[in-house]
């Protein structure tokens, strides 16, 4: 009966391998809380859906934008004490394109809140009112 029963690839975890793998998981379930309390902790006082829709667009932004320049600084702070700090050809240049996505991914989320007010200066709200 003990030669039928397969042995199993079975990892042993180290002290700190346990730690180590829950930190993305509190790092999503902080960013989900701080998320939805800053969208929902936010009083509406609007007369109508205009105003309405602008504050609340003007909240989500300001927090996906507070969120993201936090991230990206992080992350690109990471980037280059690897860039730094490797002895590795490739770590270097894979932390510089990484570094390079995220400057590139930062400047598009900060250049949509400047169209959105540009163009939110030229359609008129009388062109929606019946």
């Avoid at 391998?17 to 989900?32: E, H, W």
């Avoid at 702070?77 to 991914?105: H, P, Q, Y």
């Avoid at 200066?121 to 009112?129: A, D, E, R």
């Amino acid at each position: 009966m003990e030669k039928n029963i397969r042995k199993q690839k079975t990892r042993v975890h180290g002290p700190g391998d346990q730690r180590v793998g829950l930190i993305p998981r509190f790092a999503f379930t902080a960013f989900l809380t701080v998320t939805l309390l800053a969208v929902s902790g936010t009083p509406v006082f609007a007369s109508n859906i205009f105003e309405v829709a602008k504050n609340a667009m003007q909240t989500v932004y300001k927090d996906v934008a507070g969120i993201a320049t936090v991230a990206a600084v992080v992350c690109a702070a990471v980037c280059l004490l690897l860039m730094n700090f490797s002895k590795s050809g490739r770590t270097v240049d894979e932390s510089r394109s990484w570094l390079k996505r995220i400057v590139v991914c930062w400047a598009a989320l900060m250049t949509l809140g400047a169209i959105v007010t540009y163009f939110e200066s030229i359609i008129p709200q009388t062109m929606f009112g019946g």
